[in-house]
């Protein structure tokens, strides 16, 4: 039986600076299954599923059976710890976004806000009913906060409405950009109080009487991830399926918070999976008679790439060491997702240049990888909504508006 180095050197050999070794030999255990399965099972259709914008079959079944909120072999020399590491939930989502950008977003909205709305906003009652069900993947859920007209805005600018009547809530207005929402079972969905004008949350369902939702086509990126349109009219929500403790926008920005490291994660294995993709191709593509790989302009940009993706890793570990505390930072998070997601940027193009002509052509990784990247820097906070809460913190003063 290989040892956990052996493991470790098979993985993750881009992790120059050996950061992987801090993972328990438990966890490299799981980490070695999660990437055996998407390697056996989705690795030669998953271009085809990004060209057909469609879902592999069973990954979501599949994730939920590898059970990676709570396998044992996460709690290996951990006992009495509660959930698993933070370093592991890096590297969960580094492995996974390596492989494909927009199954580890799949994988985030529903492990990430999704869960989390339960987690934070929901009574006792409803952690104990939902988030075992969520967790084991039994059910499937999402993330309804950014509207037609409202993203980068929403602290101040929600339009959807809940107006309350009796022991009934009415809830009106519309969503868009909600990863999931077709195939979720239970939905957090966020609205105004006509009364209060304070957000409120609520758990919907997509078969609802009122609740129509449609797919946004023709995406150049996340192509496998289904983006929906929630069309709400006159949706009548019972009070017991309201989120008991979503009751302002400081408690819907704790999920927010709450997740944007694990976009700063994604980020991080993005890059390793283009700087994967275009070793792939340097070593088999020739011109001029040999390997492109054994041009020096070529290094050069691989290892400019590797350079990326090394400082992407140190800060998402120190970012996941400083979680693993209790430390969690907004502006800790919002400048690991803003430079990691302007790296990723950077190395998607210089692979992509490399590969040339072929590099446009979706039969290969690199084309996937860079697309996706576009979505990456944009959505959790984009590049400029990062920049303005590091920019706060370095000022003391707010340029928001």
């Not at 920005?253 to 490291?261: E, G, H, N, V």
């Not at 040999?290 to 302009?297: A, D, G, T």
Request: hydrophobic share 40%; net charge negative.
């Amino acid at each position: 039986m290989a040892t956990k180095d052996e493991l470790l050197k098979e993985l993750y050999p881009e992790d120059l600076l050996n950061v992987s070794k801090e993972l328990t030999e438990g966890e490299v255990k799981f980490l070695k299954q999660l990437n055996d399965l998407l390697e056996s099972k989705y690795r030669d259709s998953i271009n085809d599923h990004w060209i057909n914008a469609t879902i592999p079959e069973g990954f979501f079944e599949e994730m939920g059976k590898l059970d990676y909120f709570n396998n044992p072999l996460l709690f290996e020399g951990r006992e009495g710890a509660r959930m698993a590491s933070q370093m592991f939930q890096f590297f969960l989502s580094y492995t996974v976004a390596r492989f494909d950008v927009s199954l580890v977003t799949l994988l985030g909205v529903h492990q990430g806000l999704g869960h989390n709305a339960f987690l934070f906003g929901g009574s006792k009652e409803q952690v104990a009913h939902y988030i075992p069900k969520l967790q084991s993947h039994e059910l499937r859920t999402c993330f309804a906060l950014t509207e037609p007209e409202h993203g980068s805005d929403v602290a101040g600018g929600l339009e959807t409405t809940a107006k309350r009547e009796g022991d009934k809530w009415i809830i009106n207005g519309a969503k868009k950009w909600i990863g999931g929402a077709n195939v979720s079972d239970v939905i957090p969905l966020f609205a105004v109080d006509v009364e209060t004008g304070k957000p409120k949350g609520f758990i919907i369902r997509p078969e609802q009487e009122g609740v129509d939702i449609d797919i946004i086509e023709n995406k150049i990126a996340l192509r496998i991830v289904p983006n929906a349109n929630i069309h709400l009219k006159d949706v009548v929500v019972e009070e017991a399926d309201r989120l008991q403790n979503i009751n302002s926008f400081k408690d819907i920005a704790k999920i927010l918070y709450s997740t944007r490291a694990g976009v700063a994660y994604m980020a991080t294995g993005a890059m390793a999976g283009a700087l994967r993709a275009t070793l792939d191709y340097v070593t088999k593509r020739k011109q001029f008679g040999k390997e492109i790989s054994k041009y020096q302009l070529i290094q050069e940009k691989l290892a400019m790439m590797q350079g990326n993706l090394s400082q992407a890793i140190t800060l998402s570990a120190q970012l996941a060491r400083m979680q693993e505390k209790g430390e969690y930072d907004e502006v800790a998070t919002s400048t690991a997702k803003m430079m990691n997601a302007l790296r990723l940027r950077e190395s998607v193009a210089m692979g992509r240049g490399i590969t040339g002509g072929n590099g446009i052509l979706a039969e290969y990784d690199i084309a996937r990888f860079f697309s996706d990247a576009e979505a990456v820097y944009t959505y959790e906070g984009t590049h400029e909504i990062n920049a303005l809460v590091i920019g706060r913190a370095l000022t003391g003063d707010s340029a928001f508006i």
